[in-house]
Structure formats: structure tokens, C-alpha cells
């Protein structure tokens, strides 16, 4: 039944008939939980089906990411991990010797990725997934959209500003200042790049984790964003990573486009 509507509606995204998932146009693959429906029926009693709403953002490519760092990495002889930033989520891909092939981290939650949310309710930060758990009874003191902010002029951000719960200002330094509620019942502000310091200060934890040492160089990799956008958002990337000691290795983001 459900396969037959998105047969009769072709502007939706395709679906495999037999698992009923997402099909990727770039590799021919099955996505994992690209996609959350709302199933919506004509009534109570019926079987006919009014719409089906798209409650979840497709998410990337892995391995068409994967290869496009492995390519890059090959001609600059640095195997580095490469993180995929895709709406508010994030993925981290790490070489793997055996195998020659870069691989989903498990420990950053694998193919589904983390939230990429920060909350400041409490003294200690939390992130993702126990700041996503704030963030439903506490939203004022949660960040989170930080590449999407990244991403957008900042004359521009008045205009998105009523989706979030937290207020954009700035000051003589810094042209964006995210504003949110404190623990301690103030209010701080701080920049998108230390904020987003924070976010891959916890992704090289857990990197760290993994592989044994402390990485160095790490990629960044956006397959749903402009050229324009890219180029902003990786000017802050640099300036968040420099806040960490890590250094930016850039590879040939056409390659990993969706």
C-alpha cells in the first residue's frame, strides 16, 4: 500500500519495493533510516492513504563520501579521518589498514550519525543526544543548526532567526554571536567557531578513542551545501579547528555531492 503511493506520486522519493527504503541516485544503494514518514489516512476506518510526510532529512552518501576522501587522501598521502556534516548531523569516517577502504565509526553511532546539538543546563556541557533529550524540555539552552548558521550571511540570519530558540546578536568583533540561557541564569554568547570547537573537540575524543593517538589533520566533507555556502562554512571550519590544534585537509568536495 504505501509502495503504491509513492508509485502513484512520483515527486516523492523512490522506494524499493520489497524493503521499502530510501534508494541512493549516486550508488545504487539502500539508505538506512534516510527517511521518518507520518502516514496520514482519509479517515479513522480507511485504508486509503491522504499523504506521507517527510519527517527526517535524507542523510549522505557514505560511501560515495568515503571514496572521494580516500581519492584525495591518496594523492596527499595523509589517510586522515574525515567528518561529513549533513543538516544537523555528523558522520565520522576513519581508514581502515585491512581493508583499504574508509568505514563508518561505530562509536559515533556508525551510518546513523550523531545530533549535533550543545546544552548548557547544567555546569558541564552536554552534547548530540543527551543535549537533543534537554532540548525537548529545556530549548533555550540548547545551540545546535551551527553549519546551517555558518552557511548564511549574516544579514541574512534575521530571516531564520524565528526557528530557533536561541537569539542571533553580535558585537565589534564578531559579526554573529549565538545568545543562549546559562545554568546559572544568565544568559552567554558565544561565536559559531567556538561553539563548533566544542562539537569537534568531542568528535577527536572519540577518534582519539579509536585509533590511539591523537589525530592532527582531520577532513571535512558537505555534500548538501552550495559552493557559496561551502566557502563560508569552511573558513569557519578552519577557524573552529585551529581553536583545537587540528589542521584542515581539504579534498575535492564535487566528488562527494549528492
Not at 54 to 83: F, R, Y
Not at 201 to 230: N, R
Request: hydrophobic residues 35%; proline residues 5%.
Amino acid at each position: 500500500m504505501v509502495y503504491q503511493y509513492f508509485v502513484n506520486n512520483p515527486q516523492q522519493p523512490s522506494i524499493d519495493k520489497e524493503e521499502e527504503l530510501q534508494i541512493c541516485d549516486e550508488c545504487d544503494q539502500l539508505f538506512c533510516n534516510s527517511y521518518d514518514y507520518m502516514i496520514t489516512f482519509e479517515d479513522e476506518s480507511s485504508t486509503t492513504i491522504k499523504s506521507i510526510t517527510k519527517l527526517k532529512t535524507k542523510k549522505p552518501c557514505l560511501p560515495v563520501v568515503a571514496k572521494a576522501v580516500e581519492k584525495s587522501d591518496k594523492k596527499d598521502g595523509i589517510k586522515c579521518p574525515v567528518i561529513t556534516f549533513y543538516d544537523n548531523l555528523s558522520f565520522i569516517s576513519v581508514y581502515n589498514e585491512d581493508s583499504g577502504e574508509y568505514e563508518a565509526l561505530e562509536e559515533w553511532n556508525g551510518d546513523e550519525g550523531a545530533q549535533l546539538f550543545i546544552s548548557f543546563d547544567e555546569e558541564k556541557p552536554k552534547y548530540c543526544d543527551e543535549a537533543a533529550e534537554v532540548y525537548d524540555i529545556k530549548p533555550s539552552f540548547v545551540v545546535y543548526d551551527l553549519v546551517k548558521i555558518m552557511s548564511i550571511p549574516p544579514k541574512n540570519l534575521k530571516a531564520e532567526r524565528s526557528h530557533w530558540c536561541f537569539r542571533i546578536t553580535k558585537d565589534d568583533k564578531n559579526p554573529v554571536l549565538i545568545e543562549f540561557d546559562n545554568f546559572d541564569g544568565t544568559k552567554k554568547a558565544a561565536s559559531p567557531e567556538f561553539l563548533m570547537a566544542l562539537l569537534l573537540k568531542q568528535h577527536l575524543k572519540v577518534i582519539t578513542a579509536k585509533l590511539g593517538t591523537k589525530q592532527k589533520h582531520l577532513s571535512y566533507a558537505f555534500p548538501d551545501l552550495t559552493d557559496k555556502e561551502y566557502n563560508r562554512v569552511i573558513g569557519s571550519l578552519h577557524k573552529a579547528s585551529k581553536l583545537i590544534n587540528v589542521k584542515v585537509v581539504p579534498f575535492s568536495r564535487k566528488k562527494c555531492l549528492l
